[in-house]
């Protein structure tokens, strides 16, 4: 049943007006139940206060400068894989020992955001952003000069420590400014950043490897995250709603711009609504609410799956120089090209999927008696729209479609059709695979509303630390069964994953998921 109002026979009892109430209660237990969040989202007051007192001009300029610093993640990664060949050569080891770097930097980039993420939802997104920049000039300013694989290694590690917040602040940075209506063309904006930096990664790495040599690549990534530094600290305004609600509060002199600091603050909004925008917390964060979140069931399905599609692009992205060396031959430049078709397919899921998740927000809205507000939001959204479905409905179709590129993405590799074969595979696989994980985060985010940054960081965990281990696996496996086969194996563990239980989970009527709503309501204040 579509209606709200309407009652399912399907459901012992019945979906009265005392319920109703229920549900929109329901909101404050779930943010409580991952970190005693206080934030009351469910004022009255939301509705007369604008979500972000910024402009839609400085909300784009604020999400390009958090994509361009988001950039340096993935560029970091990229720039790096043409080199691997040259580098097991210049250093003696092994293709297996080299991919090893990638490892340790996917585990160091999982676990070092368990430990900051609640800072950052207390304490602010951009002295963060300007801590990891300053840190990472110096790591590749060190990586530039070492000569030794024990070296490489460390410094490997220290370069993903300092780049490990900046995916989950800029995910924050989004939930900060941007209602949950509007954040799937948003967040589709920030991944931008990262999807321009896959594609242009290989191709700098490869030409610098092939006319300048690898040490070229850790010298451009200096000058390159010094110049984000200069950028974060000239323009870039705290956006932590614990610090700054909707923006109206001027932040502490430390932490603002350079460009503030020169122009006098003016608030925008009167002090009322000052105040009700304010997120506030009753304790101090600590590394077990990013734990609460992967433990927590209706987030647990989510984080795992985004995890084994992870894992398939890693295997996927981290195989390409030996793949293509081996079977057509390529130098390093011709694998930094390869890497196009598969950011290019993700560059434009923005398109395909971001606007599209938007559109079903909306939809399941109508159909719930919501009106959506532009730059307004409230808890009635949150207790009211089915979430899981407004979001799934759309990622598992994508999912589905990925599994199958995949898998026939292994066997052409395998039977050395021709490179458009695998190219365009790539392609879709980009943009089908980005689609579901962009999806996915959206409702991670959505979920856990209070606390986005740490909701980034509990995903993420799992995320690097198990495409750390498919690495580090993936040349042993495929020397093993065969790249057909391999890709095979990984498909089929998503497709286990897209099982009918977890379809019938969030495909499920809108009375039936208000219906379980109350039942954990019931169960809960029966055990208080």
Not at 423 to 436: A, I, P, R, W
Request: glycine residues 6%; contains cysteine; hydrophobic residues 45%.
């Amino acid at each position: 049943m579509d209606s709200y109002n309407r009652r399912d026979a399907s459901c012992p009892d019945v979906i009265d007006l005392e319920a109703d109430q229920k549900v929109k209660q329901s909101t404050e237990i779930r943010s409580k139940s991952i970190g005693d969040a206080s934030a009351d989202d469910s004022s009255a007051d939301e509705l007369k206060s604008p979500y972000t007192v910024l402009s839609e001009r400085e909300k784009r300029f604020f999400i390009a400068v958090v994509s361009t610093v988001n950039f340096l993640g993935p560029v970091t990664a990229t720039i790096y894989y043409p080199a691997l060949g040259p580098l097991a050569r210049e250093l003696n080891v092994s293709e297996s020992h080299i991919n090893l770097t990638i490892t340790f930097y996917l585990i160091i980039l999982g676990i070092v955001p368990l430990l900051t993420a609640g800072f950052s939802d207390q304490n602010g997104r951009r002295l963060i952003l300007i801590g990891c920049l300053v840190a990472f000039a110096f790591v590749n300013i060190a990586l530039a000069l070492q000569t030794s694989f024990p070296a490489l290694v460390s410094l490997r590690c220290l370069q993903s420590f300092s780049t490990s917040n900046i995916a989950v602040v800029a995910a924050a940075t989004v939930a900060d400014v941007i209602t949950r209506a509007e954040r799937g063309k948003y967040l589709a904006y920030i991944t931008l950043g990262p999807n321009i930096g896959s594609a242009v990664g290989p191709i700098v790495g490869g030409v610098l490897t092939q006319f300048l040599g690898w040490r070229s690549i850790f010298w451009l990534l200096a000058i390159f995250a010094a110049l984000l530094a200069i950028l974060v600290i000239c323009f870039l305004r705290e956006t932590c709603r614990a610090l700054v609600g909707n923006g109206s509060i001027p932040p502490a002199p430390y932490n603002r711009t350079l460009f503030d600091i020169i122009r006098p603050w003016t608030p925008h909004t009167p002090e009322k609504i000052e105040e009700t925008t304010l997120t506030t917390f009753k304790r101090r964060p600590s590394v077990l609410d990013a734990l609460k979140i992967l433990f927590d069931l209706e987030s647990c399905f989510i984080i795992l799956y985004n995890t084994a599609l992870y894992c398939g692009f890693t295997a996927v992205t981290s195989s390409i120089p030996a793949l293509y060396e081996r079977t057509y031959g390529f130098n390093s430049l011709e694998v930094g090209l390869a890497y196009l078709p598969y950011v290019l397919g993700s560059t434009l899921s923005r398109w395909t999927v971001g606007n599209l998740a938007d559109w079903n927000f909306a939809r399941h809205a109508r159909t719930a008696g919501i009106t959506i507000q532009k730059n307004h939001q409230c808890a009635e959204q949150l207790a009211r729209i089915p979430l899981e479905r407004a979001r799934l409905q759309l990622a598992l179709p994508l999912a589905y479609l990925s599994t199958v590129f995949l898998a026939a993405y292994g066997w052409v590799i395998q039977r050395e059709v021709h490179i458009a074969a695998p190219l365009s595979l790539l392609f879709l696989m980009g943009n089908t695979m980005t689609g579901t994980s962009n999806t996915l985060n959206l409702l991670n985010i959505d979920i856990n509303a209070q606390r986005p940054a740490t909701a980034t960081a509990a995903m993420n965990f799992l995320r690097f630390t198990c495409g750390a281990g498919v690495a580090a696996a993936a040349l042993p496996l495929e020397g093993a069964i065969g790249t057909g086969w391999m890709a095979t194996l990984v498909s089929g563990v998503h497709w286990q994953l897209q099982s009918n239980h977890n379809q019938g989970r969030y495909f499920k009527t809108q009375d039936e998921l208000h219906y379980n709503i109350i039942k954990q309501l019931q169960s809960h204040n029966a055990a208080m």
